[in-house]
């Protein structure tokens, strides 16, 4: 078994899906089964779980239970192996958006700035696109978005120019290559926050993390059964921002629609008004979560 984080928020996350014990269930991000084991113990002989995790690591995780099924396969394609499975609707589905402290620790993945790897960052290692091809093969322009809209870095175009610059020397292959390419825009006092938006934007990039996100919330109103609830635990603004702004008016831009009669159009309702943020006992436990977000909805 691959050692995993705790599950983040795993006491709200299962209150929020209000679980029939008869029901059927989706787990979207199965990574160490915590969240999917809680899930079980709710569940009658009857009830069913499906599990999805796009990392091959994640299924040496796998619980034995007839009621459980692992798809090691990206979440976007949930609909398509729901109708596969022959599940016509689901009472509900969670989704943990964080990379798991196994993702994090094993410095061949090179998810992490802290640890001297290659620049990988694949979630699916069956993908070619890597961190390292982002960074020595892309254009001034796709690299400057993404440092921009994916890191939300105000110096993208400079940070960009100093990759360019080296990767002409000599290709950037390492996570400390990399850094050491940008280090005169890292901001004193303020490292590891900067480091860790250089390596969400490729992150993001190389998993094409936000599309991805955008399929699973777009299904999910089609899959859930009227009253059927999603949950979502996101780590950044970037991720928060299009769950927050789909359950509340059902698109990603936020923008609200209505009927005739004044009514707004959208598929889902927010069951918690305030987000939902870890409390100091559990950043005490696990620091990884600190930034965790959770919202909970209830399909109309």
Known sequence: MMIYHKAALIKEAIEGLNIN??????????GGGGHSRTILTYLSQKGRLVAFDQDKDAAQNIIEDKRFLLVQNNFRYLKNFLKYFDIKEIDGIIADLGISSHQIDEASRGFSFRNIGKLDMRMNKNNKKTAEYIINQYDEENLIYIFKNYGELPNSKQIVNSVIRRRKEKPINTSEELIETIKSFIPRNFENKFLAQVFQALRIEVNDELNSLKDLLLQ?????KTGGRLVVISYHSLEDRLVKNFIKSGNFEGNINKDIFGNTIKPLKAINKNV??????DISENKRIRSAKLRIAEKI
């Open 21 to 30: 014990p008869d029901g059927y269930y989706v787990d979207a991000t199965f």
């Open 276 to 281: 939902i943020t870890p409390t100091e006992e």
């Open 220 to 224: 999910s109103t089609e899959v859930l």
